[in-house]
């Protein structure tokens, strides 16, 4: 069982270039998220969903476009990206927004935009 | 105002000693769920042990242990015999009802334990 697998684990852009990253989960989940991460910072969310062909926007969304088009994976766009994007990524999914809600994380994708 | 608040950024244990993390709430739901997570220095996200609001026992996972103080909204993770692998980062985190964007993170606290 892989869990939740990101690809790719490192990337290095230059501003405004633009980007996709991927996330699988080959549990079943319903819900999937993404996160980045600050140096000394939690996690903050970006964008998740909540099924299928669905995507919600999270607390820090600007800059980033989502896709779920099937439910095992979900897509993180960089369309320009920007030096403020410089950021570790990580992607989640659970079963469902009931308790207990666990989130499993993937290993995290390293992004620095110069 | 800061849902979640870890006020230890660094904390130091020695080998085989017992550690407590500090996270503190702040809801007004009466239904919601606390979690800790590790994070060691290559970068995972471990789920550690998961506390409901209305669970009447204190959540025990191993040598995790959540102290779970409901009136105080806080939920403290205790660390058992600590080991040198315990050395990491630990986030607190909480759940409240409502569609997938109500989880979130505290900033963290640095633990290292000293052989």
């Known amino acids: 069982n892989a869990g939740v697998t990101q690809t790719p684990k490192f990337r290095v852009l230059k501003t405004g270039q633009s980007m996709t990253l991927l996330c699988a989960q080959d549990?079943?989940?319903?819900?999937m998220y993404w996160y980045r991460q600050d140096p000394g910072m939690g996690l903050r969310l970006i964008h998740y969903?909540?099924?299928?062909?669905?995507?919600a926007k999270g607390e820090v969304p600007d800059g980033y476009n989502v896709s779920r088009l099937k439910k095992q994976n979900f897509l993180l766009g960089l369309e320009s990206a920007a030096p403020s994007q410089t950021s570790v990524y990580f992607c989640?999914?659970?079963?469902?927004?009931?308790?207990?809600?666990?989130?499993?994380f993937g290993p995290g994708t390293r992004l620095t935009v110069l | 105002a800061q849902k979640i608040t870890q006020t230890q950024p660094g904390m130091f244990v020695q080998e085989k000693e017992a550690v407590t993390l500090d996270c503190t709430y702040d809801?007004?739901?009466?239904?919601?769920?606390l979690f800790w997570y590790k994070q060691p220095s290559s970068g995972e996200m471990i789920f550690l042990i998961y506390?409901?609001?209305?669970?009447?026992q204190n959540a025990t996972e191993g040598r995790y242990s959540l102290n779970f103080q409901k009136a105080r909204k806080s939920a403290n993770l205790v660390i058992s015999a600590s080991q040198l692998g315990d050395s990491a980062m630990y986030f607190c985190?909480?759940?409240?009802?409502?569609?997938?964007?109500?989880?979130?993170f505290g900033p963290g606290t640095r633990l290292s334990v000293l052989p």
């Open positions: 989640a999914s659970s079963y469902s927004s009931v308790h207990p809600d666990t989130q499993y």
């Open positions: 549990m079943n989940h319903e819900y």
């Open positions: 969903s909540v099924g299928e062909g669905t995507t």
């Open positions: 809801t007004s739901d009466q239904s919601y769920g």
């Open positions: 506390q409901g609001s209305y669970d009447e």
């Open positions: 985190a909480m759940r409240e009802p409502g569609d997938g964007q109500n989880f979130v």
